[in-house]
């Protein structure tokens, strides 16, 4: 892993924690019945774990290999 993939899997995992809280009292919110306060929490949420989804694919994704630098072989 680079050091910008670590720095961008512990940046989700610190955002997982508004993010989850966030959407856990607005969907409560919403099942109560309280729906301005469970929405204005969604709205929230939701963009905060889009956040926390690109930095987890950033932090884990493989890159493909370089092709052979001047002097290696192809095959």
Known sequence: MTGGQVLALLC???LLVPGGCFLIVGIASLAEGSSGA???AL?????IVA???LLFWVAL???PPSPPGP???SS
């Open 12 to 14: 989700a995992i610190v």
């Open 38 to 40: 469970g929405v204005a």
């Open 43 to 47: 709205q929230i949420a939701v963009p």
């Open 51 to 53: 956040v926390v989804v």
């Open 61 to 63: 994704r493989r890159r």
């Open 71 to 73: 002097g290696g072989s």
